[in-house]
């Protein structure tokens, strides 16, 4: 179906962008916190 072939990569892209942001929030907190005075 081309419905199925359009939203499958779309899907997909979808995920990849959303685990790209959540590691770029976890990565920017995680320096964040180490680079934080004790």
């Given at each position: 179906?081309?419905a199925?072939?359009?939203?499958?990569?779309?899907?997909?892209?979808?995920?990849?962008?959303?685990?790209?942001?959540l590691?770029?929030?976890?990565?920017?907190?995680?320096?964040?916190?180490?680079?934080?005075?004790?």
């Amino acid at each position: 179906y081309p419905a199925y072939l359009f939203l499958g990569p779309v899907v997909i892209g979808n995920l990849v962008v959303l685990n790209l942001f959540l590691a770029l929030l976890l990565s920017n907190f995680g320096s964040s916190s180490l680079s934080a005075p004790t």
